[in-house]
């Protein structure tokens, strides 16, 4: 099948997670540039993006409408002024490449950002971050473009950043503008970089397969004695871990003994097991605490 009588698409393609389980695309397309993906919108159907698929779920009945993947040499782009601290970024950046980059020009900025699996768009959707710092700081303006609206710049105030989120739901991110501190030392950068890798290295299991934390931290709705004031943003990961929920299975999926908040799967898992299991740890949690956790992980399934 062809879009525009230009781009491929792929049907009933795979959809490559870090959970390794769960369904395929109906339709999937590799647009080389903004044109191509304008066309794409075109579709009919929801238009939806694959960034690393670092923090994605693909129901087992896989997804509907078209999938993209920004992974065309254009997308991929870091421009970076290392005399202003400006930089732009392709939405299908590698983050990992970016803190590389960026750190090695002393640019500072992204140093706190270290062992998150992202794409730069993906990242900015969803305000990467963690106890460092999140992206939300650094970032300027973003270019996005939406069903009907086609492409617009749209300023950092006019983001609307949240803990864990952004307001950009509903439109694609194109590209991104990161306001980075000139003038660091690189290695210093580099250090801290390393620090921040090895600290989530000695309490997240960095080697088993995983789609990072499940849940967003909450904010609790009452004071909870040894863990934190009415109001106070706590670690989920504590709360999954003190509901006595470490180990606990659903078919291939687990909840990791390392850091509770991360779920891993084995071979042969299926996206069922692990929602099943995310529903279990989320009513113990409310059992137990009266908290209501909201999950962190994207979910794609069927429309309807
Ligand atoms: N804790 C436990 N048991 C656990 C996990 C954590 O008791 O199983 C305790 C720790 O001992 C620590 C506290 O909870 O005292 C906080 O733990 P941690 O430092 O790991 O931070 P977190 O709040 O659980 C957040 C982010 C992580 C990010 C880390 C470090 C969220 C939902 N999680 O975790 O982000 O890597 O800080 O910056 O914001 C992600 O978003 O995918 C993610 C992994």
């Known amino acids: 099948m062809l879009i525009d009588r230009a781009i491929r698409v792929v049907e009933d393609a795979p959809v490559p997670t870090w959970f390794h389980a769960g369904g395929r695309a109906d339709a999937l397309a590799r647009p080389a540039d903004e044109p191509e993906l304008e066309a794409c919108m075109g579709f009919g159907g929801p ?11 693909v129901d087992d009945a896989g997804v509907d409408g078209l999938v993209v993947r920004l992974e065309a040499p254009a997308w991929r782009s870091i421009e970076i002024d290392p005399r202003t601290g400006l930089v732009r970024a392709g939405a299908g950046a590698d ?3 970016l803190i590389n980059e960026t750190t090695r020009a002393g640019l500072a900025g992204l140093e706190g950002l270290g062992g998150i699996p992202a794409s730069v768009g993906g990242a900015v959707r969803m305000n990467a971050g963690g106890r460092w710092g999140e992206i939300a700081e650094v970032v300027s303006r973003v ?4 069903p009907g609206r086609g492409l617009r710049t749209l300023e950092r105030d006019e983001i609307g950043f ?6 950009l739901a509903g439109a694609i991110v194109t590209s991104v503008e990161l ?3 000139p003038g660091a030392d690189s290695r210093e950068l580099r250090a801290r970089y390393r620090d921040v890798l090895r600290g989530k290295s000695g309490s997240q299991p960095m080697r088993e397969k995983s789609a990072g934390c499940c849940f967003k931290n909450p904010a609790l709705p009452h004071g909870l004695p040894g863990v ?6 706590v670690s989920a990961g504590l709360l999954i871990d003190r509901a006595g929920c470490k180990g606990l299975a659903v078919g291939g999926a687990r909840v990791s003994e390392v850091h509770a908040n991360f779920m891993t799967t084995r071979p042969g898992a299926r996206a069922r097991d692990a929602l099943e299991l995310m529903a279990m740890v989320g009513e113990r949690v409310l059992d137990r605490f009266g ?14």
């Open 95 to 97: 983050l990992r490449r």
């Open 179 to 181: 306001e980075l501190e």
């Open 291 to 304: 908290v209501a956790l909201e999950r962190e992980i994207v979910v794609w399934s069927r429309s309807a």
């Open 47 to 57: 238009v939806r993006v694959l960034g690393e698929g670092a923090n994605l779920l």
């Open 228 to 233: 934190g004031m009415r109001g106070q943003r």
């Open 143 to 146: 270019r996005v473009m939406s």
């Open 162 to 167: 949240g803990y864990r989120t952004s307001e």
